[in-house]
Nanobody, 120 residues
Framework: QVQLVETGGGLVQSGGSLRLSCAAS????????VGWYRQVPGKQRELVAR???????NYADSESGRFAASRDNIKNMVFLQMNSLQPEDTAVYYC??????????????WGQGTQVTVSS
């Protein structure tokens, strides 16, 4: 079973930036699209960004222009650069494998996620 590991979260002031990383066991990440999700306690997990195998990206409207997904298929890693962070971005962020960039349903079990906290 694929194990996903998200890192890079932390506490940042409003307007700050963070870069999240997603790694997985084996080389599976380099063969699939990847989605970045976030979840606030008591709310459903929401998809905020997607990146295809070749690097095409898609973002939720509220994150377009502030978030940028990228990937390094040689290192089998996917990244989410988050700029101009706001308190409402506070959440646990997860990555997961998608069949294609057009899909939203995750294919693997969820990892632990990484906490992002934005202070005002």
């Amino acid at each position: 079973q694929v194990q996903l590991v998200e890192t890079g979260g932390g506490l940042v002031q409003s307007g700050g930036s963070l870069r999240l990383s997603c790694a997985a066991s084996g080389s599976i990440l380099s063969h699939y699209a990847v989605g970045w999700y976030r979840q606030v306690p008591g709310k459903q997990r929401e998809l905020v960004a997607r990146i295809s195998v070749i690097g095409d990206t898609n973002y939720a409207d509220s994150e377009s222009g502030r978030f940028a997904a990228s990937r390094d298929n040689i290192k089998n890693m996917v990244f989410l650069q988050m700029n101009s962070l706001q308190p409402e971005d506070t959440a646990v962020y997860y990555c997961n494998i998608l069949r294609t960039i057009l899909d939203t349903a995750p294919m693997a079990y969820w990892g632990q996620g990484t906490q992002v906290t934005v202070s005002s």
